[in-house]
């Protein structure tokens, strides 16, 4: 399912997207707010990151989306719509990355 604005295209994370996520991370100033600036790892994204999200897809709909620019298909970050890891509320977060 792919779904999105008139810039941009989202669709949900796929193993295969673990190179996109990676690079992302690796960017200093994408993770000067979430790590201090350390990349996340390529392990932790394959082994933890995109399954969690196909988890909650499957679970309770929600989950990371992959965002590409609809003019030139390029990979500019990601939404995710989540359960709360720290919080017994029934509500959802959004976090991104850009």
Known sequence: MD????????????????????????DREVMRFVSGGA????????????????????????GLWV??????GRFVGWVWLRLPRHSALPELELSYRL
């Open 3 to 26: 779904i999105g604005t008139p810039r941009l295209r989202l669709r949900p994370v796929a193993p295969a997207d673990v190179a996109l996520l990676g690079g992302l991370d690796s």
């Open 39 to 62: 990349p996340t790892p390529d392990s932790a994204i394959a082994d933890w990151v995109i399954p969690r999200s196909q988890s909650q897809f499957r679970e309770h709909g929600t």
């Open 67 to 72: 965002a590409f620019d609809r003019r030139t």
